[in-house]
């Protein structure tokens, strides 16, 4: 039994010496309990991969390993590579809040809540938080019917396979052009014409770099015409209450200080917030 397994062991080692070494030789393995003349007829040949590329010259070489990265769609006739449209898809996420910004009801909005809030005379009430959050609502609702006709028109048909991303953009862009345009004043349009030097355009030809500053220098001028009309009322408490003091010889009284209290009365009194998001809302339709 020792023996044999001193012969096992025996035959081991030497084939890991001769993997390890790189030995071209042919050993010979060892077959316990066999005769000799038996071990002499069962000698195993191992041949190395290059051995056997040699012996056989016939056979092909194997072709190395390719690593193939692609992209699917990229050779659709017609339709922009997909990794164009990643980097535009990428432009568009970093540019998501200028879009909302510029191009829709959220610049006259914001800029009306900040007026109220001004006109009172709280600079903390309401916060900045809540004025954000409740024009992004208001401007969800107010693009509610172009934002489907975008999904309708541009966004359904493109995930269908039915437009290429090039015309599901200008596709997606009648929708926004056609509230922008409804907005500008055609002075302003005027003026961003005269200034690229463009010919006579018809107003469904203009491109979208003349609407949107148009748009945004009317929706400021509407937003501060609106403001102006909301300091009125509030102006004249502050008239009021200073002639008040004046006369009653408290000079020395921030009028502001009284007037607040008077302020925020008279708002609550008129349903001020109701009345200024439904002017908001009106200004647009």
């Known amino acids: 039994m020792s023996r044999r397994l001193r012969t096992v062991f025996g035959a081991v080692v030497f084939l890991l010496l001769g993997v390890l070494g790189g030995a071209q030789t042919e050993p010979t393995i060892i077959v316990p309990g066999a005769s000799e003349a038996t071990q002499a007829g ?24 390719r690593l193939n990265i692609g992209l699917e769609g990229a050779g659709k006739p017609g339709d922009v590579s997909v ?22 009801s959220f610049t006259r909005i914001v800029i009306v809540l900040g007026f109220v809030r001004t006109a009172i ?5 309401p916060a900045n ?4 959050g409740l024009s992004l609502f208001l401007t969800f609702f107010l693009m509610g019917p172009s ?14 396979g039915q437009l290429t991303s090039s015309v599901a953009i200008e596709k997606a862009t009648v929708p926004l052009k056609a ?3 409804k907005q500008t004043r055609t002075r302003d349009l005027e003026f961003f014409l005269q200034l690229g030097r463009f010919p006579p355009t018809k107003i469904e030809e203009l491109p979208m770099r003349v609407v949107i500053p148009s748009f945004v220098i009317s929706e400021l001028q509407t937003a501060f015409q609106m403001g102006f009309l909301l300091f ?13 003091l004046m006369a009653l010889g408290m000079m020395m009284m921030p009028p502001s200080v009284v007037s607040l209290p008077f302020k925020l009365l008279l708002f609550v009194l008129v349903d001020g917030w109701h009345l200024v998001v439904k002017s908001l809302v009106e200004s647009f339709r």
């Open 129 to 132: 938080q809540i004025i954000i």
């Open 232 to 244: 009125l009322p509030f102006l004249v408490i502050d008239f009021l209450v200073s002639s008040v």
């Open 42 to 65: 069962a000698t195993t040949n191992i041949t190395t991969p290059a051995a056997a590329s040699a012996a056989s010259p016939a056979a092909p070489k194997p072709e190395p390993w």
């Open 147 to 160: 934002i489907e006709r975008i999904n309708t028109e541009a966004l359904q048909p493109y995930l269908a």
């Open 83 to 104: 990794a164009i449209q990643l980097v535009i898809l990428m432009t568009l996420l970093t540019l998501a809040p200028s879009l909302i910004l510029l191009m829709t």
């Open 179 to 181: 509230f922008m345009l």
């Open 121 to 125: 005379g709280v600079q903390s009430a």
